[in-house]
């Protein structure tokens, strides 16, 4: 099969055809291309998606040093390089990030569900032993009560990050086994 992208109708062969497909980071191997090409675009229509992407793609893509201002808030609140509003503005307003037009949004669900797993993993590393194996019991107990793979992985993901999320502002407590069993024992009567 062809891996032509786009026009699925052509038949005929596209006349110049590089060797190779284009590489950004081909002779450069810096930790800004690798953090350039680790950048998921999302929370913007699918246009400036596909603007951001190709940005990317062909080195263009420049990340921002400081954040910059918002142009609805104010605040220095936007972090993604192209935009003109923080996200919690454009979430309120309903439209783009990078355009300000009403569109809808490319959620970051959507895509990519392998980076969300990665981003789980790299958090649940990042946790103290005991909360790890308290979030393991969750899981399985979790895997036990749904039944194999029927229920929708993306919203268990969900439920795992909010899980996530209360082990980690839970105030530390101390885990004890009880002894209740032992007194049972002295209930002997002579
Ligand atoms: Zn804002
Ligand atoms: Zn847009």
């Given at each position: 099969?062809?891996?032509q992208?786009?026009?699925?109708?052509?038949?005929?062969?596209?006349?110049y055809?590089?060797?190779t497909?284009?590489k950004?980071?081909?002779?450069?191997?810096?930790?800004?291309?690798?953090?350039?090409?680790?950048?998921?675009?999302?929370?913007v229509?699918v246009?400036?998606?596909?603007?951001?992407?190709?940005?990317?793609?062909?080195?263009?893509?420049?990340?921002?040093k400081?954040?910059?201002k918002?142009t609805?808030?104010e605040?220095?609140?936007?972090k993604n390089a192209?935009?003109?509003?923080?996200?919690?503005c454009?979430?309120m307003?309903?439209?783009?990030?990078k355009c300000?037009?009403?569109?809808?949004?490319v959620?970051?669900?959507?895509?990519d569900?392998?980076?969300?797993d990665?981003?789980?993993?790299?958090?649940?590393?990042?946790?103290?032993e005991r909360?790890?194996?308290?979030?393991?019991?969750?899981?399985?107990?979790?895997?036990?009560?749904?039944?194999?793979?029927?229920?929708?992985t993306e919203?268990?993901k969900?439920e795992?990050m909010?899980?996530?999320?209360s082990?980690?502002?839970?105030?530390?407590?101390?885990?004890?086994?009880?002894g209740?069993e032992?007194?049972?024992?002295?209930?002997?009567s002579?």
């Amino acid at each position: 099969m062809s891996c032509q992208r786009g026009n699925v109708k052509r038949t005929r062969p596209q006349k110049y055809k590089n060797k190779t497909a284009f590489k950004n980071d081909l002779h450069d191997t810096s930790s800004k291309i690798k953090q350039v090409n680790n950048i998921e675009i999302v929370n913007v229509c699918v246009k400036c998606k596909t603007i951001l992407e190709w940005k990317i793609k062909y080195k263009k893509y420049k990340l921002l040093k400081a954040p910059k201002k918002c142009t609805k808030c104010e605040q220095k609140t936007v972090k993604n390089a192209y935009h003109m509003m923080c996200i919690p503005c454009a979430e309120m307003q309903k439209v783009c990030p990078k355009c300000g037009k009403v569109e809808e949004i490319v959620k970051k669900n959507e895509f990519d569900q392998g980076k969300m797993d990665t981003q789980l993993q790299k958090l649940i590393r990042d946790l103290p032993e005991r909360k790890r194996r308290t979030f393991f019991r969750y899981i399985s107990q979790n895997e036990k009560t749904s039944g194999k793979e029927a229920r929708n992985t993306e919203d268990t993901k969900e439920e795992m990050m909010e899980k996530f999320k209360s082990l980690n502002l839970e105030p530390e407590e101390e885990e004890y086994t009880s002894g209740d069993e032992s007194d049972n024992m002295s209930e002997h009567s002579y």
